[in-house]
Structure formats: structure tokens, C-alpha cells
């Protein structure tokens, strides 16, 4: 389709002879995802709807209370330190951002009064700056009133290193500006075609400037309100055990009128997806589950008992696995997997190469995951615009077996590969949960086949993707050869999904292990093209960069992708939800009610 096509079909919208959703499909039909899609008009200033769950009660609370689990426990209650989804997703049930993403990647407001454009004057017309206007009357949940210095402290607060918060790439190259109590201008360095950052989404979330005001830098984790927080949202902090239960009630000064429905909220952590699925499909003793990470056969027998439903919906999270080229097992410095230590065996690029080889994809994605899941070998999935065609996977185990002879890793009497007194000897670690051990014992079997020698750790979700920065099995130490993990993408541009690629995302024991780098790897040509697409207007040619920036890492076998995730939860049938993809679950949970 022609550039001047797209504007035609945007100036119908403009007029209200061509309803959204149709031009949605109809960029769809000519490959633009809806994602995208629907970002073309907020660019080209056509208003966007308040909410894509159409809300009925007519008055807030009366709608008793809401069960919601979560078989990965929270473990604390500060957004900017949540570097697992089940913390976001429990942070942002109290704090908010300026604007979320619904499940069509639109940009819905929050505490912005509206989504920035040109028309409104929010957006400049060099790409340099953008213009948040915030609903008035709006209260934090003591009773204060949320102003410009609360989003002015939050960027603060983030971009210090001190403070070591796993939002600051967000917040570390920009400068915010209050214009007056309720109004902010964020100021970028250059040219910036992705705004849509800072303040929104899982890493928007606004931190009250006179509650966490004493606490910057690297007082940060003694905040008493990392576990009691005071913040905006639907639903006011009751009580927090961690890896357990959260509770909260009815915020009744809330800033959306006859909202929320809920009197009061339970969010309880801890068991597994499976225990989590029959909760609300068999028993009905929750309203909704999170992240049902379980066999696709084992769901649909489970909704025959009638309590509740499936929801799937896009998103662009990946199921991958983590080669590291750094040395788990050697400490320097206090730590180890030290960018100043190299992999005795996985530096080599042929052992990589060989590794990925033996992952059936085909087989984890037909018998495991279903609806869940599909087969990749791309880091970026979502929106197609960002997803290369050049990476390709294959499952072929003589293949590897003859990459790994010509490399020089022979067999030896135990059946494993060895080479200058090196054997292909790994430790495979990801979280407790079913169809991840499956996957594991799959790959194994068909490493074993190869000479490699594969032993299998399984760590409890609540450990594994915890925060804690004294516990040696969370996924960012990476205190082992492999593992394997989803990790979302937190909306619908890959821009800021893909800074686990370049250098100074590094996680390492200066920033607490909560870098967003957790492969330790890095390249140059990555590390430039990321920048540059950071800049570039174009969008053809920012696409293009971004795709390089994935290729790099996929090429060199550090990150092997396996599935492209579709987020799958279930609610209770008289509960309304609204399950978004691209952003976490929470994101609208004001607007749930019982039918």
C-alpha cells in the first residue's frame, strides 16, 4: 500500500466515514499489525477511545471481592525495582503511569488528562520533546495531590545510578521539565521516534516525591514504602506478605468515577500454573490467573467444568534460552559471570551453533505449549514489521554432531564431547513449572545424542524471578551455563524491548544484577545500530535497524529463541477483565467487574 493510500484511509477516519477497527484491518491485510496500526493514527492525531473494556456499573464498589492469583509471588511493591512481571503486575495495582497500552497497542491515558499529539501541542514536529498535560484532582492515597513534581521526582529518582532501578534506561538520556503543577515536558537529546516511554506502561509507574523523597540514590532500598506503598491507583495497600499474599480495598477517592467495582482485592502468590488454572476453571475459588503457563490439552480439559474461560491474547514476549559466554563458576570481584571472565566451552561459537540445532521447536510448540506458543527464531515477533526474515531455525541432530567433529570436540569414553581437557558439560536452569521442565528434558535428550551433557536445575518462580539481590538463583545473576525464561515486551515498539542487547544494560553487581543486559554479551555493530534507530524518524529504516540489533545476537547463538508467547490467563465467567499484551494484566484493573 502506498504512502498516500495510508493517508487517504486516515483522512476517512479523521471524517467518520471509515470506523477505526476497519482500518485497522485493512492495514492488516497488507502486513502492518494492528499494533502498529492503530499507532499511525495516535501519530496522526485521530482521538483515541478512553478504554477498551466497556465499563456498566453505575457507582463504584458493591462488587465484593476480587481473587486474583498469581503462582509466581510477589516479593515486592516498588515498579522501579520489578525486574519480574509478577512484581510490575502487583506494583501497578497501586501506582500508575501517565498512559497504558490496551490489547490493540493503543496509548490509553492514565494521569494524563490526554495522549500527547500535534494537534493537542503535545507532540513537537522535530521529534525533541513531548508535552504531558495531567488530570487534575487527582490524590495519592494519603491524601496529597499528584502534581508535576511527582512525574519530575520519579525521573529523578530513576535515572539515578545510585538508586540502581531497573527502569533508569528509560529515564537516564532525557530531561523533565515542569511547566506548572499540571503540566511536564520531557526533553530527549535528539530526534526520538519512539516517545512513548518514559512515564508509560510498566516502566511509567509515578512514585510520590514526598514519600520516597529521602530515599534517591543508595538509600533506595530502605524505603518503608517498597512493601506499603501509597499510591494513586483503584485500590488503597491493605497488607503484604511477601511470596504470599496482597491485600488492598477500595480506594473511594479514586479519579475515575464509579471505579473501581471491587470492594476488595486478594492477590495470592506462590503454588504453579497448573494448581492456578483449576482455581478458577474447576473450583472457581479465584476470579483470575495469571500466566497459565501449562499444557494447551491440560486447559481445555479444565474448562469443561464450566467456573471459567481461556483468554489468549498477542503480545510480542518470547520463551528463549541464554548461552553464556561468560564464566559462571569463577568469581572476580564479588562476582560471578563477570564480563572480565570468558566461557571455557560456550566462547566457542561452533559449540553454540550446535546447541541450538538441537532444540525441537516444532515438538515444544505442538505438544507443550498450543495456543501458548509458536515456533521461532527471532527475538522480536511482534509487530511483523520488526521481525527479521533472515533468521531461520532448524532441528537436525547429525548436523550438530558434524559441526562439533570438525570443531574439534571429540567423544570420550563416557560419551561426552571434550576438548584441551574441556568437556560439553552444562548446568540448564530455568523456573519451576511444567511445561518448562518438559522442554528442558527434550532438548536434553537431544543433546545427549550429540556429546553434550546437560543437568537440569529447577528453581522455584518466586526465587528465580525475584528482585533479591543477595539470592545467587535469580535469572539475572545467570550464575550457570544456560537458562531458559520468557521476558516480555512491554509494548508495542521493540526499541525499548531490545536494550537487553547492548552494552550498558549489562547486568553486573554495580547495578545490583537488575541491568536489563542479562546475557553479559555484547557487539559494537549492536550497540550502534540500537543508537542510531533510537534517533531515526524514518520508519522503514528504524525498523531495519532494530532488526539488525536482534539479528546479531539470534547469529551469534547467545540468545535462542523458541516461542513466541501468547499471554494466557483465565477469569472466572462472570468476571469482565481486560487482558492486554502488551502491557501487564493490571494495567486497567480500575475498570474490572462482575457481571
Request: proline fraction near 6%.
Amino acid at each position: 500500500m502506498k504512502d498516500q493510500e495510508i493517508r487517504g484511509l486516515i483522512a476517512d477516519v479523521k471524517e467518520g466515514t471509515l470506523s477505526r477497527r476497519s482500518f485497522i484491518q485493512k492495514m492488516a491485510a497488507v502486513g502492518i499489525a494492528a499494533p502498529i496500526a492503530s499507532q499511525i493514527l495516535v501519530w496522526n492525531d485521530v482521538a483515541m477511545a478512553n478504554a477498551t473494556l466497556e465499563y456498566k456499573p453505575t457507582k463504584a464498589g458493591g462488587g465484593g471481592p476480587l481473587k486474583i492469583l498469581l503462582w509466581q509471588a510477589p516479593t515486592l511493591l516498588n515498579p522501579h525495582f520489578a525486574s519480574g512481571t509478577k512484581d510490575q503486575i502487583a506494583s501497578r495495582i497501586f501506582y500508575e503511569p501517565l498512559a497504558g497500552w490496551d490489547k490493540e497497542g493503543n496509548l490509553i491515558p492514565c494521569l494524563a488528562a490526554e495522549v500527547p499529539t500535534k494537534a493537542n501541542g503535545g507532540l513537537s514536529a522535530d521529534g525533541l520533546s513531548v508535552t504531558w498535560k495531567l488530570k487534575p484532582g487527582v490524590k495519592w492515597h494519603d491524601g496529597k495531590p499528584f502534581t508535576a513534581d511527582d512525574v519530575v521526582f520519579t525521573w529523578e529518582y530513576a535515572k539515578e545510578p545510585a538508586t540502581a532501578a531497573y527502569t533508569t534506561g528509560s529515564y537516564t538520556n532525557i530531561k523533565v521539565e515542569k511547566v506548572d503543577d499540571l503540566t511536564v515536558k520531557v526533553i530527549f537529546q535528539q530526534p526520538t521516534p519512539f516517545w512513548a516511554d518514559p512515564f508509560v506502561g510498566t516502566v511509567g509507574q509515578i512514585l510520590p516525591k514526598h514519600r520516597f523523597g529521602d530515599y534517591v540514590g543508595a538509600k533506595s532500598r530502605e524505603a518503608p514504602d517498597n512493601l506499603k506503598p501509597i499510591g494513586t491507583g483503584p485500590y488503597k495497600f491493605v497488607d503484604f506478605k511477601p511470596g504470599d499474599v496482597l491485600t488492598g480495598e477500595r480506594n473511594p477517592d479514586y479519579h475515575i468515577k464509579n471505579q473501581p467495582a471491587f470492594d476488595t482485592l486478594e492477590v495470592k502468590g506462590g503454588g504453579d500454573a497448573v494448581s492456578a488454572a483449576r482455581a478458577v476453571l474447576q473450583t472457581g475459588e479465584y476470579d483470575y490467573a495469571w500466566n497459565l503457563q501449562v499444557e494447551d490439552e491440560v486447559l481445555k480439559r479444565m474448562e469443561t467444568g464450566g467456573r471459567g474461560k481461556v483468554s489468549t491474547v498477542p503480545s510480542g514476549d518470547i520463551e528463549f534460552i541464554i548461552l553464556n559466554p561468560t564464566d559462571p563458576w569463577t568469581e572476580v570481584d564479588g562476582e560471578r559471570s563477570s564480563v572480565k571472565t570468558k566461557h571455557p566451552t560456550l566462547s566457542d561459537p561452533k559449540v553454540r551453533e550446535a546447541i541450538n540445532l538441537l532444540i525441537d521447536r516444532d515438538s515444544v510448540q505442538k505438544f507443550i505449549y498450543g495456543r501458548g506458543g509458536i515456533a521461532t527464531a527471532s527475538f522480536v515477533n511482534e509487530p511483523k514489521q520488526f521481525k527479521s526474515t533472515k533468521l531461520k531455525y532448524e532441528f537436525n541432530i547429525d548436523k550438530a554432531n558434524k559441526i562439533l567433529d570438525e570443531a574439534g570436540w571429540k567423544k570420550g569414553s563416557d560419551g561426552i564431547r571434550e576438548k584441551d581437557g574441556k568437556k560439553l558439560k552444562y548446568v540448564f536452569q530455568t523456573s519451576i513449572n511444567a511445561p518448562r521442565q518438559k522442554t528442558q528434558a527434550i532438548i536434553k535428550q537431544a543433546c545427549q545424542r550429540a556429546g553434550i551433557d546437560l543437568e537440569l536445575k529447577s528453581v522455584t518462580a518466586s526465587v528465580f524471578f525475584s528482585s533479591d539481590v543477595a539470592n545467587p538463583d535469580t535469572y539475572t545473576k545467570l550464575y550457570v551455563d544456560m537458562e531458559m525464561y520468557t521476558t516480555t515486551q512491554p509494548q508495542p515498539d521493540p526499541e525499548r524491548f531490545l536494550n537487553q542487547f547492548v552494552s550498558w544494560e549489562i547486568a553486573n553487581k554495580e547495578n545490583k544484577w537488575l541491568g536489563r543486559n542479562v546475557s553479559r554479551y555484547s557487539d559494537p555493530a549492536a550497540d550502534e545500530a540500537y543508537k542510531a534507530a533510537q534517533k531515526e524518524l524514518d520508519p522503514a529504516k528504524r525498523a531495519a535497524l532494530l532488526i539488525k540489533v536482534n539479528e546479531i545476537f539470534c547469529e551469534a547463538n547467545i540468545i535462542l529463541p523458541l516461542l513466541s508467547r501468547t499471554r494466557v490467563a483465565a477469569a472466572a465467567n462472570n468476571v469482565m477483565h481486560d487482558h492486554s499484551g502488551w502491557d501487564v494484566d493490571t494495567w486497567n484493573i480500575a475498570a474490572w467487574y462482575r457481571s
